[in-house]
Each structure stands twice: as C-alpha cells, then as structure tokens.
C-alpha cells in the first residue's frame, strides 16, 4: 500500500485506501478479546457533519468568544459522569480529554500544585504512563507493590510512607488494572497514606470506574470514596470511533485558570485547542443509553466475563478474575491462538476482556481453538 504523500498531491482515489483500512478494522470485531476497547461502535450518522471545524478552547463551563456555541455537550459530558463518579457536579471541574494519559497527567498535576514536594506513590500495576508523568512533573516516583488479584499492597503503601513522614503524598489508586483488573481499595489506600500527612488522591478509573459504577456490589471508586479526581475513559466501555477520556476533580482544588485575553476565555486544561467532536460523541453514546442503558451494557459485560471463567475453567486453563471487572485472566496459550484472537499477553498469562463487542460465540470459539 503506498501511502507517500507526493509533490503533486494526487486524487479521490486516495479514499479508497482509508476505507480499506476502515474495512480491515470492521474485519477484526470477531476475534479481538485481549483489549479494552469497544469495537462495538457506528458512528456513520456523523458523516455528514464532518464539513466544519469542531474545535474548542478553554474551560468548558466559561467557553470563548470564537466557538460556534460546542461546549453545552462537554459540559452534560461532565455533569452526568461526576454524577455517576459520586461526585456534585455544581461543585466538580472536568473536560474531555484526549485519553486516559491526560486524564492522569491532568490529575496528578493538581496534586503536585497542591503538594509541590510530595512523591508520587502508585501500585506496580499501575498504567505505565504513571512513572512517566512522575518524570515530567519532576515528582519522587515511588512505585508500591501489588497482591496476586493486581491491587496496591497496603501494608507495603504505608511502609513507603513511614519512609517519608510528613512529606506529603500524591497517590495514584487504580480502578481496574490492564492485566488482573484489580482494584484498590479507596478507603484502605487512606489509611496507608496517614503517616506522610497531606494527601491528594488520584482515581484511574479508566475501564473499571464505570464497571465497578454498576456492578451488583459496588466498590466505592468515586469522590463519594475519597477521590480528589477521577480519570474516565471515552472510548471503552461507552465506545466512540476516536481515543477521548474524562477527567474529573474537586473544583476548590484546580487552580486559578488562566485568562486568555485574545480567546476571551478562562482555561485550567492542558491543552489549548481541543477537539470538539470528541464531547459531542460521547454526549450522544450517553444521551442514547442513559443510566440505564449504561447499567444494563456494564452487566451484559460482567455476565460475559463470567460465561468466559465456566469455559476456560472447563477448558483447564484456570481462569480467575476480580468480582467486579471484566477482565479474565487464564493460562498463556499457543502464540498463534493469540495472535488469532489478539488476546493480550503479560508473561505466563494472557487475558479476556469483556468488552461490549465480545459475545458468548466470540468465547466459544476461543475455547474450541484451545481444545
């Protein structure tokens, strides 16, 4: 396929390779199991409004003087998903990001302007982005060990802090890590954290949030926990066609923006230009399912993870996930059966992922290749 971009520039024909490549992706929804990502999307209606530009700068709750009036879907974006993080939206700051990495640079940001000299503490199993952003902010990175089910080891957490009484801590709990989905325990990261004083605590809830939002026993994940900013992503479990997150936090704790005279606007983002197709996607995921739409998907995903334990178990291959994730760990298979099923792999073991797209026939073939 030649993709060069040439001095002449050339002709419509060049649509045909992206369709190709849009065909191939469609091609890919039967066998891909390892990933957390929503395959199950058809945007196809937003075609046709694809000849603007959806652009948006600042702070969506104060807005500039330039946009065509976009940002009322971001801010529905963030009032509905604080709701369901257990926070009051009058009294929570959030945008739409470009994905889970903002998210948690955004986050922890707003810890290290509150705590300038604190470590950044996060389990092992932590997305690896987390020690990266420790970097970029110049923070202490204090990575924690992780039990068997791929939650911070608690008593290891409060040994770190012992080490550094009084300093402060800007912890990093994840809901819903890559391999095992585990899931810290919010008021049990708390605790740990007492001996280093003043903490701010950073939520990745990337995929887990929502799951663990609606599951039948509900760990608390959100600000209603202790969080002081949550990380949600867009295009898991809600599904949108390009990568976008949501990043949330207490609004008394995000600094005071600043204002851009030339745009007529107050911006604590990131970013300057944002995408604003990305809010209206979501707002129109969300305005379709509804609460209750959303509760019903996350359950259909959780009764898929448990329909994939029975057959893996039955299989032999001893399969094991957390209550409240969709995510199946089991024994690594043969590298073509993963490479067929894009099962992903960490050293010994490979993993299921229950996502939307995924169906009992999708396990069942799995399982029949496995035999």
């Known amino acids: 396929m030649d993709l060069a971009v040439t001095a ?8 045909d390779l992206v369709r190709e490549q849009r065909n191939r992706q469609r091609g890919r929804r039967g066998a891909f199991l390892g990933y957390p990502v929503n395959m199950d999307v058809d945007y196809r209606a937003f075609g046709e409004l694809l000849d603007v530009l959806w652009i948006t700068v600042g702070d969506p709750s104060r807005g500039y003087h330039a946009r065509l009036d976009l940002q009322p879907f971001e801010r529905e974006v963030v009032r509905f998903l604080a709701g369901v993080a257990g926070a009051d939206s009058s009294r929570t700051y959030g ?48 990575p924690v060990a992780s039990t068997r089910d791929g939650s911070i080891d608690l008593a290891a957490l409060r ?10 801590a800007v912890v990093v709990a994840t809901v819903g890590t890559t391999v095992a989905g585990g899931i810290d325990s919010l008021p049990g990261v708390l605790r740990a954290v007492e001996p280093a004083g003043e903490h701010h ?13 609606f599951a039948p026993n509900p760990p608390g994940w959100g600000f209603d926990a202790g969080a002081d900013s949550v990380a949600i992503s867009g295009h898991k479990l809600i599904g ?44 129109y995921a969300l305005r379709r399912l509804g609460h209750r739409g959303l509760a019903a998907r996350v359950h259909r995903c959780l009764d898929t993870a448990a329909y994939a334990v029975d057959r893996l178990e039955a299989a032999g291959f001893r399969p094991w996930r957390n209550p409240a994730s969709v995510n199946v760990v089991f024994e690594r298979p043969a590298e ?28 069942d073939g799995l399982v029949a290749d496995l035999r």
Not at 159 to 168: D, F, K, L, M, T
Not at 201 to 213: E, I, K, P, R, S
């Open 240 to 283: 949108t066609p390009v990568p976008c997150g949501v990043v949330l936090a207490r609004a008394e704790l995000v600094g005071t923006p600043a204002e851009v005279e030339y745009l007529s606007a107050e911006d604590s983002t990131l970013a300057c230009s944002r995408s604003a197709l990305a809010p209206a996607l979501l707002w």
């Open 159 to 168: 040994a770190a802090c012992e080490r550094r009484p009084g300093r402060g």
């Open 8 to 15: 002449d520039g050339t002709g419509p024909g060049d649509l």
């Open 95 to 142: 945008y739409v990001t470009s994905g889970g990495s903002e998210n948690n640079l955004f986050g922890i940001h707003v810890g290290r302007e509150r705590l300038p000299d604190a470590p950044l503490y996060y389990s092992t199993t932590a997305h690896y982005t987390v020690e990266r952003t420790a970097r970029l902010l110049r923070m202490e990175p204090v």
């Open 336 to 363: 073509h059966l993963c490479r067929r099923w894009r099962l992903s792999t960490s050293g010994p073991v490979a993993q299921v992922i229950a996502m939307p797209h995924v169906t009992r026939a999708m396990i």
């Open 201 to 213: 605590l950073h939520v990745d809830a990337a995929l887990g949030g929502l799951v663990a939002a």
